[in-house]
């Protein structure tokens, strides 16, 4: 229990002969809500990639609670949202067979789902507060509506560990805070580690516990509520980028959820 749940030592990552990710060292903890931050193209994609064990590094370790990356893929301890879930919005498929899809993976073929199964499956949507609309198309949900259950699908597996990519692309701003408490929520009601995608380090330095400012090398590595060097963001967004801690408890904010 006192491996951290994530520990990169030392990685460096190439495509095609090109340097993606040179240097990554950082640790996460267990219980921690952590976002990868950067512009598109700075390999915050595959780090998550390096994490899950889909892409070997061509040096360093990768270790996911003290499980090498290389095998975690195999343990059940990661759930996963991606950041492009491209499904035919006319394809008449439930809520619940969606988040039922997670459950099958571990079947053999044509292996039915038990009652355990749906009993994970019910639990899931509940956490994720979708338990009510079960039945429902998927199609037919809002875009936060979705999003959590893409949620109860990647928690179906039963995870130690949350990767989210990306997670509050095309959410409103009212959806988007309903769905980083979601995240918070999570993680103190089920003891969730938590890792998530973005590139709006402004929205999310409100939830998380920590930052990780990436643009091929961490140019930050550390808690939001420390002051983030300018020489940092400069060297990740470019000179003219500021940092702009939005507070998500706001009046704005506040009455969207009432």
Do not use: W
């Amino acid at each position: 229990m006192t491996d951290p749940a994530v520990l990169m030592k030392d990685v460096l990552v190439r495509y095609d002969g090109n340097t993606v990710l040179e240097d990554i060292s950082l640790s996460v903890a267990r219980g921690e809500i952590m976002s990868i931050v950067g512009p598109n193209g700075s390999g915050k994609s595959t780090l998550l990639k390096c994490i899950m064990g889909l892409k070997k590094p061509a040096r360093g370790e990768v270790t996911v609670f003290g499980v090498p990356a290389a095998r975690v893929h195999k343990s059940g301890l990661i759930g996963y949202l991606p950041q492009d879930v491209t499904y035919d919005h006319s394809f008449p498929v439930r809520v619940f067979d969606v988040v039922a899809m997670a459950r099958y993976a571990g079947k053999k073929f044509f292996e039915r789902l038990d009652e355990k199964d749906h009993a994970i499956i019910r639990s899931c949507l509940e956490l994720v507060e979708m338990k009510d609309l079960k039945n429902s198309y998927f199609g037919n949900l809002s875009g936060g509506q979705k999003q959590r259950v893409l949620i109860a699908r990647a928690l179906a597996v039963k995870p130690k560990l949350l990767l989210l990519d990306e997670p509050s692309t095309g959410l409103d701003a009212v959806a988007q805070d309903s769905f980083y408490q979601l995240l918070k929520r999570l993680r103190d009601e089920e003891s969730l580690t938590i890792i998530m995608v973005s590139h709006d380090i402004g929205t999310v330095s409100a939830v998380v516990d920590k930052l990780a400012c990436i643009k091929q090398k961490i140019h930050f590595h550390g808690s939001p509520r420390e002051c983030v060097p300018s020489d940092a963001l400069a060297r990740v967004f470019g000179k003219d980028v500021y940092f702009v801690n939005h507070d998500v408890d706001c009046e704005t904010c506040r009455r969207g959820r009432e």
